[in-house]
């Protein structure tokens, strides 16, 4: 089991899970993190700590999240593992709780 970076972590990107990831698994990109489902330990560590509420174990994903693991796993191939704690967006709050925002996922 993994853990999966969901859709309200668009625009948001908040790094708070990064900084408590013993492993590592979560990769950057313009506008979103994802969580890299071989290297992902199943600790639960990172979904509590997410202001957006954007992770979740891929075992309590909505019919309509579960091609957020497929996405995931695709993503964390292409983009840079994280492993810092950054600023998020300067309107990561107006974005946090907004539904819909998969069309604006930047890759």
């Not at 089991?1 to 990064?18: A, L, P, R, S």
């Not at 990172?46 to 796993?73: G, M, Q, R, V």
Request: charged share 30%; proline share 7%.
């Amino acid at each position: 089991m993994t853990f999966v970076v969901t859709e309200n972590c668009i625009k948001c990107k908040y790094t708070d899970c990064v900084e408590v990831c013993p492993v590592d698994c979560f990769h950057e990109g313009p506008n979103m993190l994802v969580i890299d489902p071989d290297e992902c330990i199943d600790c639960t560590l990172c979904e509590p700590e997410c202001p957006a509420e954007a992770i979740k174990s891929e075992d309590d994903l909505t019919e309509e999240e579960n091609h957020f693991l497929a996405l995931n796993a695709e993503l964390a191939k292409e983009w840079p593992v994280i492993n810092e704690m950054k600023d998020p967006p300067a309107d990561a709050e107006e974005w946090k709780g907004v539904a819909g925002k998969l069309q604006q996922l930047e890759r």
